[in-house]
């Protein structure tokens, strides 16, 4: 059986650093507390100037004014996506946002990792350049174990480089959740 990830897309440019994505003046919040850590969510993409996104309608954000949820399950981005600091909260604050997958033509290594370790999110790479591609708001699938990325608004379907052994990872919940199932750690 297949993982298909179905939604709304949120396109943005390259070089899309931490900073941007979850900016300092957020980092107060505990990701422990369950009460604190939705406002990671609230903040995704705060700082990332409009002109950077590929958005139809003006200065909307990735999360409404005063909400802890997203719209948008599926983030295009280009060039060194998640550069900057080592951050770990970057990832976190999409996923808490509610988006599932992040699909760039690369990624700073260090946002990887920290995506996968955490078991944040499934952080797929395009072979092509898809944000000139896909527009914000368009409707897609990404079909993690066959690595294609289908925009549903437009018919037209991109390949994705496999994610390897990475997965399991972000599927148990990050990596000391699969060393624990894996029986590499004690309970």
Known sequence: ?????????????????????IPAEYLSFNPSDEA????????????VPPK???????????VPEGQFKS????????RNFGCGSSREHAPLAIAEAG???VVAEFYARIFFRNCVNGGYLLP???VQRLVEEIKTDDDCSVDIDNGLLT???????????????????????????YARRSGMLKR
Do not use: H
């Open 1 to 21: 059986m297949s993982t298909v990830i179905t939604g709304k897309a949120f396109v943005m440019g390259d070089d899309i650093d931490t900073d941007q994505i």
């Open 36 to 47: 604190e850590r939705k406002y990671f969510g609230m903040y995704a993409m705060a700082g």
């Open 52 to 62: 950077q996104c590929g958005l139809p309608k003006g200065n909307m954000r990735f």
């Open 71 to 78: 719209q948008y399950t599926i983030v295009i981005g280009g």
């Open 99 to 101: 988006a599932k997958v």
């Open 124 to 126: 797929c790479e395009s």
């Open 151 to 177: 925009n549903n608004t437009t018919g037209k379907t991109y390949k994705l480089r496999p994610l390897g052994d990475v997965k399991p990872i972000v599927d148990a919940g990050g990596v000391f959740e």
